[in-house]
């Protein structure tokens, strides 16, 4: 077991492998405390990984080619750690990549021409943002998990996202000013398409809970389940 905590990351075996399993016990439990578990089962746990045997993540880069979307917590630490003082548009020309179809927003961290993220140390197969790495990088870990572990990520890393898409349109909007991207397909990002949620008016994850973010059936599902 995990972080005996307000979210505990449990072992679960998949067939021949293991994999792990997401419980909360607590109703105040925030999105930081489902990291904090997380981080720890990846050091803690006999996980199975699928892309590489090996026992730990560190010195592998294979989920380094990845989409990874970027959330606004994660954009005020990235801004906080890289010290740029820059406004929103111009750190996410620098540290993201924003894609554009119809109505549709993307904003992902940037990659390079070969594919990988651009915070990736080629020579060492290390992340150089680490301590401030996305939380779509703490997260995804290359073994099996159930469907509800699966479910409380992407309610997360979505909304998440949506906060950034708004608060980017919202700066343009403010502005006077068209919304800038690197990538578009029929551009028509429209700020009343994206709503308020529970991550607006925050900037940590510690200040959102998870219970606010899910919708509840997976609520029910996870908070105090039986592990099976």
Request: proline fraction near 6%; hydrophobic fraction near 35%.
């Amino acid at each position: 077991m995990s972080n005996a905590g307000k979210v505990l990351v449990l072992p679960k075996q998949f067939g021949k492998g293991m994999g792990y399993d997401l419980v909360v016990t607590n109703q105040r439990a925030s999105v930081q405390d489902y990291l904090d578990a997380l981080n720890k089962a990846v050091d803690d746990l006999p996980l199975s990984r699928s892309r590489k045997k090996a026992a730990q993540c560190a010195g592998c880069d294979l989920c380094c080619a990845e989409r990874a979307p970027l959330t606004w917590p994660d954009v005020l630490r990235l801004e906080e750690y890289l010290g740029s003082g820059e406004n929103l548009q111009r750190l996410l020309d620098r540290v993201g990549h924003i894609a554009v179809d119809g109505p549709v927003v993307d904003i992902t961290l940037r990659r390079e021409g070969d594919g990988r993220c651009s915070f990736l140390d080629r020579n060492k197969r290390l992340c150089t943002i680490y301590p401030a790495r996305p939380l779509v990088c703490q997260t995804f870990i290359c073994c099996s998990g159930t469907s509800r572990a699966a479910g409380v990520r992407k309610w997360v890393v979505n909304l998440g996202e949506d906060e950034l898409v708004r608060r980017w349109l919202t700066q343009a909007v403010n502005q006077g000013l068209k919304p800038r991207y690197h990538e578009g397909h029929q551009p028509n990002p429209r700020l009343d398409d994206w709503w308020p949620n529970a991550f607006t008016g925050k900037k940590q994850y510690r200040q959102v809970m998870l219970r606010d973010i899910l919708p509840p059936g997976l609520w029910k599902e996870v908070f105090n389940a039986p592990f099976s």
